[in-house]
């Protein structure tokens, strides 16, 4: 869930935990004892990442409900409400030690969708952009400041890691000034074939296939990771903002045109290539620890 304005924030609940360097060096069996909820506040006070993995005696989970460790997310009618107890990393030089992150977001989904899509030519990845438009607030006992804005839902799933599938993936979601969802799904797969999914989704959760746009390099993060934001034919997107930037993956807000008008993207690019490296996961665990059980 996000919102591209003054506030952001992403929760990402994980079983199997795809980025999880422990999943992988334990031969990604036991997709249980490899969970977590990751937390990412983006805010002009600051940043915020949370991503503790756990094992399946911290796990509860049903039809209902997810819960791992202290942080939960559950069905209330027909809201999802996550409540979360974290710690964030630290993030120099903005934040030196680790911060207890607490609170609670409620999101209003607009509407639910009943298509999934394969994002490989195999059916080996799929996802399912579940409620693409609907409100979410956000309140914070410690950690943040409260807010209000619109937010999505997705859900991705797979039967092989990310980087035997993938080579670099670009990503993003926005919002068009009548409330629609537009979401780009752009991929370079290992086969060297590309996977293109580019849609426009009603508030009321009809689905719109639209022409993939063309696109345009942006710069590098500080890592280097390729990323290109899409726009329509003669304008040009910019860079906004850079919230995450590391060896494998960035996250970004991207200010464009598309379907003549003007929309914020909150846009994800990914390497394969570089998550494959054994360095790249041997650095992982500084950005997410993992707590026995």
Sequence with gaps: MSDCERFGLSVIAFVGSVFSPY??????????????????????????????ERGRRETVRD??????????????????????????????????????????????PDAVTSQVFDIDAHGRHRWWPISP???????????????????????????EPLEKGFSLWDWARGRMPDGDAVIIYDTLRKDGSRGAISLRIGRDGHIDTISMPPKTRLANGFWGVPRSGHHDPGARPSLSQTLEDGPFYTRSVIRTRLMSENVDLMHESLSGARFASPLVKAMLPFRMPRRAG
């Design 63 to 108: 039809a209902l409900s997810f819960q791992v460790g202290p942080s939960r997310i559950r069905h209330e009618g027909a809201d999802i409400l996550i409540e979360f107890d974290e710690v964030s990393v630290p993030r120099p030089p903005a934040q030196w030690l680790p911060k207890r992150v607490k609170g609670a977001i409620r999101f209003q």
């Design 23 to 52: 999943y992988h060096w334990a031969g990604r069996r036991e997709p249980d004892n490899h969970v977590c909820i990751n937390v990412a506040l983006y805010a002009p006070t600051g940043h915020r990442w949370t991503m503790t």
């Design 133 to 159: 438009t609907g409100r979410i607030s956000v309140e914070f006992e410690t950690g943040g400041e409260d807010w209000a804005g619109h937010g999505y839902m997705d859900s991705n799933w797979g039967t």
